[in-house]
Every structure is written in structure tokens, then in C-alpha cells.
């Protein structure tokens, strides 16, 4: 029982790491940005820095 | 009233086959309680099948086993386990221990389907321990032990539930002379503690031994008394 | 049957068999991590796009030649604002401009919101700027003359993943770098206030322009949910390696039962434990490793991805010809982890636990005398 409760013990630490890092990203910065810019852009496209086509369809759909 | 009763016992191997063949036939014995009985019989006799079969490791093709008068033979998985657990302590041929384990892990196997505090399975490990005089070995892995050192932690595990029932097979094939005679001791201990005992051995080591109340002779698959 | 002393012999027992264990705990992390950091990493990317295109026209006109782009002229801009439907047409500068001196394609964008000499840039533009000492302006070298633009603003890191490759100037600032004339346009944002319309008026400016492709809003936001080619690709080669990586950790458990330890059920059993027990005692081990491998697959993706924003990995994602230091947002799927939870844990047990089950019924009187 000392090991599962060892184990328990430290995947709730893990996870309490990752929870916080979870609550505690701004990610409404980020989107306002994003906002201001698509704005103005409007037909927006990913930026990809891909040698060639062929290795860019190799992730996205053509 | 008789501890072990058994009555019209057969078990047949393969049934339906070619290769098909009685292990044993129409066996009918009383064992009383406390007694110690050998069975003797050369290789295929049977009398592992039969210890087998009291002690509920595989059921009979046919016949009753009245342990305690109850039929242990048409018992469900969980019922004959239980029975298994409680009332008998197997003593195997080639001891059948855990690898990997030390002595006193072994011997709380059985300790982990009770609901035990710790302090009182330490105590009945300890008791077992000291009955089968191994306790010095007790935080050893099994593998590195001699062949009387790993017989003495199988009979240890065996009494450690205080079972009313002792089943050894062949429980001196395996060792020199002097672990035998280490064994003959531990069985007197048993007698001391009111065990039924069933040995099936063709040592020739139990022959004439005091404690022993009774000798059962067996040939291919059949009593001869 | 889930009694203290017998999970802790479950316990005793998973360590007796650690080194068969830990294998099977590390590979089925390895699977669980591959999976959750794809998972995480491509829709942190897809949530960010989706964001991006909110402002999305209701229709995108592009015009081609032999297959490739080709600038659209005022005519078009007339043809189309003239359809029944189209409340109004902007034209709009884009196109790629080559660096040469560090072989990378630049994404030039025309913003009218910039003035004649402003340029934004992305933050991978400026770093490839910056090696080559372009930190205050910038020289763009065409078939005609060589523009220099100052270098006022540097798009925000937030915006990276539409941003990174790219250059906002004016409009007429963009056509001398593109070599556009003045009255041309990259392509068209029609608007059409009636969505029931949008699909029609696409049909008909491609009935005019049979050369132009007309995107509508719905497939510009359709796309960009679909926007991974899951049929082949990284996430084909990320099944096989899960699928092979699957298959030796089934084998592993299927051998945590068979050989020696086929003969240990036969002792416990000899010992007084009931069929039950032995799977109860496999359940539990197994639940112990897998369920701790899975935590720690998903804890360690999501530390890899969120925390140190997948390196390596990133870079299957977005190229690295230019330097993408996006800040990947916490996305996390809980439907698709409890499917990799499903699909991992259960077969997982199962490979064990069913052969557990079909030894410990057999008659054991024969297992433990061998």
C-alpha cells in the first residue's frame, strides 16, 4: 500500500504541476492578438516555412 | 466419525480417447482425524492423483471425498478454493515456492486472502517459521537456498493457516539423507499438534517409523489392503 | 477479494516481475506520449487558426494562368461588385517575396493600414533579417531596383502562427516589391451579406472567370478544421510506429503469463486461490502499470508540448527553413485522451488477463508437478 500511495502521490504532484501551468496560461492575450492582426488580414494562412510542397503535404491536407 | 472418507473414487484421464486410462479405480478409504497414513506405491500407482483429489487441486471422473463429512469433489471453484486455503497445507515434490521471493514472502502467500492485521500475520509466519526451522533464513531469496532449506519454507507455507490437513508428495525424492531425517522430525511435530498427515512416498525411509499410524499400499490405480 | 493484504501481494508480485514489467510500463508511456503530443501539438495549432479566421471573408477570389497565381485587374473588381448580392469588393496585395542571400520565401501582405515607408514583420522574418544584419531596414531586391523600408514593428509572438513568414507594407509599397502593377490585385474579399447567397455568387464568378478559384467562408473555416492530412503523412507514420510499438507490448503481456508464470497461478492456486483471485491479482498489477504508464505518457507530452513548446516536433508541424518560436496554447482534448485510454488500457489488460483466466480454469494438478 506504500507504493500505490507513494505512486498516487506523485502523480498528483505531476498533475498539479500541469494544472497550473494549464490555469495560469494567459491564452486571452494570445487570442486578442491573433484578433488584431486577422483584422486586418482577413484571409489569413498558417505561416509555414516548408523547403518544399511535398513536405508541407506531408502534415497538411493539399 | 472418520476426518477424510472416500468412496468409490475414480479418475479417468483423456476420457473419450484413445489414450484414455483410469489413474485410479474404485477407491474406498477412511482416514481418521490426527492419523498419519503413508501411501506407498512405486511410480503411477496413482497416489499423487490421489492426494491430488483430497486435496482438491483437480475433481474426480466419479465417487465422493467426504472431508469433515462435507463432499469436497462436486464443490464450486470457490468454495473448493476456500477449502483449499483453510483446511489443507500441500507439500509439494519439487516444493513449487515463488522465485524471486524470500522465505518469509512465501510463506504470507496464503496470509494474503485473510483479512489479518500485520502484526498477527508476522506472528503466524514467525510460529510457521519456527515450526519448519527456517526462521534464520527468513529474508533470503528462495532461489539461493539448498534443497532441505527450500523443503523446510514449502512445509513452512503449508502449516502457515494451521490446516487440519497435511498432504505431502514424495516429500523426501528431492533430499539427502540428513534433510530426510529433519523431515521425520517435523512430522513428529505434527503428530505432537494433532495433524492428519497424508504422505505418498515409496521411500523406504517411513517404514517403520512410530509415528506413522498407518500404511496404505497402492498398484496401478488401486488399493491393495 | 480487494482486500489490503491481497492488493499488497499484488503489489509484491508486480515487483517480483519488474524487469518484465517496466518494460511493458516504458513502452505503453512511449505509445501513450507519441500519441498525446501529436494530439496536443496539432490542435493547439488548429485552435489558434480557427481564432485567425474570424474576420474570414465571405468569399476569397484567386485567379491562376498555366496553373499558377495570377494578378486579377480592376475589370474584376467591377464584374464582380456588379453581381446581385455583392454588397462590396476589396482588392488586396499578397505574394511571396525571395531572399535569396538566405534562400527563404518571404509572405508580403498588403495592409492598408500601414503607411507608404511602414513595415511589420513577423518574428521569424526578423531573426533571419537580423543574421544577416538587416536590423534597422531592409533592402528588397527586385528584377527593377532595390526598395529599402525601414523595419518599424515586430508582430506580436501571440500572432507567430500566421505571422512568422511574413511582411505587412502598404499596398503600393507590397506591388513595387512584388512587381505589381498598380491597378492589379492577388486576390479579391467579396462580401455578401446574405449567407444564403454566398454560395451562388461564388458559382457565378467562376461562370465568369472559369480561370479563378472562389472560396467561400465555409470552406475557408472547413479547411482549416481539416486542415491535417490524416490519411498519410507524419500521423500514417505515427500509426504504424504506435500499431508495431502496440504489438511488441501485447506480446510482452501475453509472455507475462505463459513459461514460469504459468506454473505461479498453479501454485497460488494450489494455495487457496480461487479463479477469481488470479484475475483480480493480474487486474491489479496490470491496471498499476498500465494506468501509471498512460498518466505519465500524457503528463509527459503535455509537459513537452505546453511547457517546452515541442521541440522537434514543432518543426514537422511548421517547417524549419525559417525559426518558429510560437507559444503553443494549452489545448487538451479530453474525448480523444479517453480514447487513447480506451483503446490503449483495455487491450492492454486484456492480453493478460484472458490467458490468466483460461490457465487458471485448466486442471492445475498436472502444473504444479512439473
Redesign the interface.
Known amino acids: ?1 506504500k ?2 500511495a507513494m ?1 498516487a502521490t506523485a ?1 498528483s504532484l ?2 498539479l504541476v ?1 494544472v497550473v ?2 490555469l495560469s ?1 494567459s ?1 486571452e ?7 488584431a ?15 518544399t510542397n511535398a ?8 | 466419525m472418520s476426518k477424510i472418507v472416500i468412496q468409490n473414487l475414480n479418475k479417468l484421464y483423456n476420457p473419450n480417447k484413445p489414450n484414455a486410462f483410469y489413474a485410479l479405480k474404485n477407491i474406498n478409504l477412511s482416514i481418521e482425524d490426527g492419523q498419519i497414513v503413508i501411501l506407498k506405491g512405486v511410480s503411477g500407482s496413482g497416489k499423487s492423483t490421489l492426494l491430488s483429489l483430497i486435496g482438491g487441486l483437480s475433481k474426480p471422473s466419479s465417487g465422493e471425498i467426504l472431508v469433515n463429512n462435507q463432499n469436497i469433489a462436486k464443490l464450486p471453484d470457490i468454495m473448493s478454493s476456500a477449502f483449499r486455503h483453510q483446511k489443507i497445507g500441500f507439500i509439494f515434490q519439487s516444493f513449487n515456492l515463488l522465485e524471486g521471493l524470500s522465505v518469509y514472502q512465501n510463506i504470507l502467500a496464503p496470509l494474503a486472502l485473510t483479512k489479518l492485521g500485520k502484526e498477527a500475520m508476522h506472528e503466524k509466519v514467525n510460529q510457521a517459521m519456527q515450526l519448519a526451522n527456517i526462521e534464520h533464513k527468513k529474508d533470503q531469496n528462495v532461489g539461493s537456498l539448498s534443497g532441505g532449506e527450500r523443503q523446510r519454507c514449502a512445509i513452512a507455507r503449508a502449516v502457515v493457516m494451521e490446516p487440519e490437513i497435511i498432504l505431502a508428495d514424495e516429500p523426501t525424492a528431492n533430499l539427502d539423507k540428513e534433510n530426510s531425517f529433519i523431515f521425520i522430525e517435523i512430522l513428529k511435530k505434527f503428530k505432537l499438534l494433532h495433524k492428519t498427515v497424508i504422505i505418498a512416498t515409496h521411500d523406504t525411509l517411513f517404514d517403520d517409523l512410530a509415528c506413522i499410524d498407518r500404511c496404505v499400499q497402492m498398484r496401478d490405480g488401486e488399493l491393495l489392503e | 477479494m480487494l482486500r489490503k493484504n491481497f492488493v499488497e501481494y499484488a503489489i509484491l508480485l508486480l515487483f517480483k516481475d519488474r524487469n518484465d514489467h517496466l518494460f511493458s510500463f516504458l513502452i505503453f508511456s512511449f505509445i501513450v506520449f507519441i500519441l498525446s503530443s501529436v494530439l496536443f501539438i496539432s490542435d493547439s495549432l488548429q485552435y489558434d487558426l480557427i481564432q485567425s479566421i474570424k474576420a474570414q471573408p465571405s468569399i476569397v477570389v484567386e485567379n491562376t494562368r498555366a496553373g499558377r497565381a495570377y494578378p486579377m485587374h480592376e475589370g474584376y473588381v467591377y464584374d464582380i461588385a456588379q453581381m446581385a448580392g455583392v454588397s462590396s469588393v476589396e482588392g488586396v496585395v499578397d505574394g511571396y517575396h525571395y531572399f535569396a542571400q538566405k534562400r527563404l520565401w518571404f509572405h508580403v501582405i498588403g495592409d492598408a493600414h500601414l503607411a507608404k515607408d511602414e513595415m511589420l514583420i513577423g518574428q521569424g522574418v526578423q531573426k533571419a533579417m537580423a543574421e544577416l544584419y538587416y536590423e534597422d531596414e531592409f533592402h528588397f531586391l527586385t528584377e527593377e531596383r532595390l526598395i529599402n523600408v525601414k523595419i518599424d514593428k515586430i508582430a506580436p509572438k501571440g500572432t507567430n502562427i500566421i505571422s512568422n513568414d511574413a511582411i505587412y507594407l502598404n499596398p503600393n509599397t507590397a506591388r513595387a516589391v512584388l512587381g505589381m502593377e498598380m491597378d492589379e490585385y492577388a486576390k479579391l474579399y467579396v462580401t455578401v451579406p446574405n449567407p444564403n447567397e454566398v454560395g451562388q455568387v461564388a458559382l457565378k464568378i467562376v461562370e465568369i472567370y472559369p480561370s479563378a478559384k472562389a472560396t467561400t467562408q465555409a470552406d475557408a473555416i472547413g479547411a482549416v478544421r481539416h486542415v491535417y492530412y490524416y490519411k498519410g503523412g507524419i500521423f500514417m507514420i505515427l500509426y504504424v510506429i504506435a500499431l508495431v510499438s502496440f504489438f511488441i507490448l501485447l506480446k510482452n503481456q501475453v509472455g507475462l503469463v505463459y513459461g514460469e508464470k504459468k506454473k505461479e497461478i498453479a501454485i497460488l492456486r494450489s494455495l487457496g486461490f480461487c479463479i477469481k483471485d488470479i484475475i483480480a491479482l493480474k487486474l491489479i498489477q496490470n491496471s498499476v502499470v498500465s494506468v501509471s504508464a498512460y498518466l505519465l505518457g500524457v503528463a509527459l507530452a503535455y509537459v513537452y508540448v505546453f511547457v517546452f513548446n515541442a521541440p522537434y516536433l514543432r518543426n514537422i508541424f511548421l517547417g524549419s527553413e525559417l525559426e518558429n518560436s510560437i507559444s503553443l496554447t494549452s489545448v487538451v482534448d479530453f474525448n480523444l485522451l479517453f480514447l487513447i485510454f480506451l483503446f490503449g488500457v483495455i487491450p492492454f489488460l486484456a492480453f493478460v488477463i484472458l490467458p490468466a483466466w483460461k490457465i487458471a480454469i485448466s486442471d492445475m494438478s498436472e502444473a504444479v508437478k512439473s
Do not use: G, N
Open positions: 500500500m507504493f500505490l505512486l502523480f505531476l498533475y500541469v501551468h494549464a496560461f491564452s492575450k494570445k487570442v486578442e492578438e491573433i484578433d492582426l486577422a483584422l486586418h488580414v482577413k484571409d489569413t494562412k498558417i505561416a509555414l516555412s516548408f523547403p513536405y508541407q503535404r506531408f502534415v497538411y491536407a493539399p
